[in-house]
């Protein structure tokens, strides 16, 4: 992986990646000083057409079967609920300080640079990777500070790792360290569901900037083909 | 923080300019008589993002800047929180550091998605045009304080 210089074959390694699958993106950073920039997350997508900044998968994941409480404590059927709608998908826990606030942050600042009525054609849903802590009322105080329509997922965790992992996800077991704070490995990509099959088409990694949400948002709610 | 007075006093006279200015920018020499390994460390951009959950866990981000020899950022504590660490988000995680280098005429990034100051245990539940104090600690310069304005939850240097 050290041996990444150019944005092409970055890109390419990372729809390898993409197409292999059942294993989480791994890092391909932290080579040296570079890794700190997070400059491996910057996929940039050259080798499309796509209008899209995102990164374009050849392989279309199923939306996941996954029935978990919302912030209301209700049972959420994200296939039901979501079916004919797009959807961006992400994995996270709420005692995360960095890539976690940073992410739903920006797709937040993103989705407020809609018109209502495209706000309304996506559902923006995070699924909790630390559920004992991450109860329904601790992730809706915590989305809201992003996104008031934000549709938060937890319990299970088990149900939440076998949701994850044919995405791509690699989600572990939270460890809890000695002065209490919490450590979740998970996959930091933010994927996105078509409407038109309920399959993802699009991915975003860490370090994806509000501009490229902003910009891909609009073509979503707009309903242009990846 | 005590050790060494003159170097203390210097650091007030900063933070007194600093205070005014809103960022820190402060000048630090080593008592070796100087030479070209002597860091000369300055902090610019220091922001704390208002945490999502009101008074929970929080980020520190700011870039310390070097003119001199090689330091070594060593620890980082606050009058205004029990717990700062030190940790770096890797692809799917993130990893607490020991220490972080501060290259000589270079600086060190601590930014979104990278290096980054976890805080925890408020004294006060931060707010939004809040100043906190972080005392910055390295291993030839000393302590540098810089008082870290708290951003919205979104900020980025320059935005």
Known sequence: ?????????????????????SLALSA??????????????????????????????????????LVLNDTSGQPYDLKARTAGRTVL?????????DVCPTTMGDIGVAMSKLAPEQRQKLDVVFVSTDPERDTPQ??????????KDFVGLTGDLAKVKAAAKPLGILVEDPVVAANGSVTSTHGAQVLAFLPGDDKAHLLYMAGTTVETYAHDLQLLAQGVAV | MSRAFRRSALIGAGLATALAAGTAVVACQSSDGGGSAAPKLSVADPYIPLPATPGGMGAGYLTVRNDGG??????????AAGSVTMHRSTEKSMEEVGELAVPAHGSLDLARGGTHL??????KQPALGDELELDLEFAKAGTVVVKVPVKPLTYRPGS
């Open chain 1, 89 to 97: 998908l992400f994995f996270g826990y709420t005692s995360c300080p």
């Open chain 2, 118 to 123: 976890m805080i925890m245990e408020w004294a």
């Open chain 1, 1 to 21: 992986m050290a041996s990444l210089r150019s944005t092409r074959p970055r890109l390419m390694t990372a729809a390898a990646l993409v197409l292999g699958a």
């Open chain 1, 138 to 147: 601790v992730l809706r105080t915590w989305l809201d500070s992003m996104g």
């Open chain 1, 28 to 65: 391909c950073s932290s080579s040296g000083g570079g890794g700190e920039d997070s400059g491996a997350a910057k996929v940039s997508k050259q080798a499309s057409t796509s209008q899209y900044r995102g990164t374009v998968l050849s392989k279309h994941f199923d939306k996941p079967d």
């Open chain 2, 70 to 79: 090689a330091d070594r950022l060593v620890k980082v504590t606050s009058p």
